[in-house]
């Protein structure tokens, strides 16, 4: 006879089977997908759909400083899945949780529609709270979609993981929400081919080689008054300096892109080549940290 262990892991063995069948494709219909979801304690054909993407950012970091072991990061994992399970019931969500590496993985149906945005931040909320409690040093990154069709899931769940992605530049906010994520997601699919390099070369090159070859960097004033959408009183206020100082900086600004920054177009293009340029800098960053084959 199984022991409540067993069982237990049994279930959870089988809900991430149901996860990676539904993110392959490998399910006759949504109709056969929920009855196996239901089949192990979770309804999901009611209130409002939406995937979540709940990521322990730093685990790979926190495990080598701390030489813990991979039964102790597996532990780790658990127990995020196990608050994320805590957080959903709390909230009266029912949700098939999965681990996918350092991700829990989540389809969480919320009771009431209209509320799906506030109850999963309130989830989040929860569950970075009960994280924080027990691993204080650990980065915990809540991505999620926009609220699902039953026939949308795949694309529910890539949109929870780019918000997740987001969430890692950002670290800011309890939840990231991919109907809030502005012009990343299409930033991060031009990532993938040529354009969005070219696109960051192109309206920022000679800002960057100046910024490479001076002391005095320009790009965190033009960060700093973007961020400002262009008030100068804002932007002296951020960066503590006087008002001519600034003056003086925006103006070889722009002598170097060849562009007035008093154009609204012109601080719409540079805006979007600085969150490209990040997406592309993070991408550099992770492979860095990928080991070599063989090594």
């Known amino acids: ?125 929860t569950l970075r709270r009960g994280v924080g409690a027990q691993y204080p040093q650990l980065s915990v990154v809540v991505g999620a979609s926009r609220q699902s069709r039953p026939d949308a899931l795949q694309r529910a769940f890539e949109e929870a993981r780019i918000a997740a992605e987001f969430g890692q530049r950002d670290a800011t906010q309890d939840l990231y929400q991919f109907g809030n994520l502005g012009t990343y997601p299409l930033l991060l699919r031009l990532s993938q081919g040529p354009e969005l390099a070219a696109f960051v070369e192109s309206e920022l090159g000679a800002l960057l080689q100046h910024d490479s070859e001076s002391g005095a960097k320009l790009l965190p004033t033009l960060r700093a008054y973007l961020a400002a959408a262009g008030r100068k009183a804002d932007t002296v206020t951020a960066l503590r300096v006087q008002r001519r100082t600034l003056y003086a900086r925006l103006a070889r600004i722009e002598r170097i892109v060849g562009h007035s920054l008093d154009d609204q177009d012109t601080r719409t293009r540079l805006t979007l080549a600085l969150q490209g340029g990040e997406i592309l800098d993070g991408r550099a960053a992770a492979r860095s940290t990928v080991p070599a084959a063989g090594g």
Do not use: K, W
């Not at 279930?11 to 196996?36: H, K, M, N, P």
């Not at 813990?68 to 019931?89: N, S, Y």
């Open 1 to 125: 006879m199984l022991s409540q262990s067993d069982a237990d892991h049994l279930s959870d063995r089988a809900a991430s089977a149901v996860i990676a069948d539904l993110l392959t494709g490998r399910y006759g219909s949504t109709r056969e997908l929920f009855q196996r979801a239901r089949n192990l304690g979770s309804d999901l054909s009611t209130g409002g759909l939406a995937a979540l993407v709940v990521d322990a950012a730093n685990l790979t970091a926190v495990a080598t400083e701390q030489q813990l072991t991979e039964h102790d990061r597996q532990r780790i994992r658990l127990r995020l899945r196990a608050e994320l399970r805590a957080a959903l019931a709390r909230h009266r969500c029912t949700g098939l949780l999965g681990l996918d590496g350092d991700r829990v993985l989540a389809l969480v149906a919320v009771p009431e529609r209209s509320l799906v945005p506030v109850v999963l931040g309130e989830v989040a909320a």
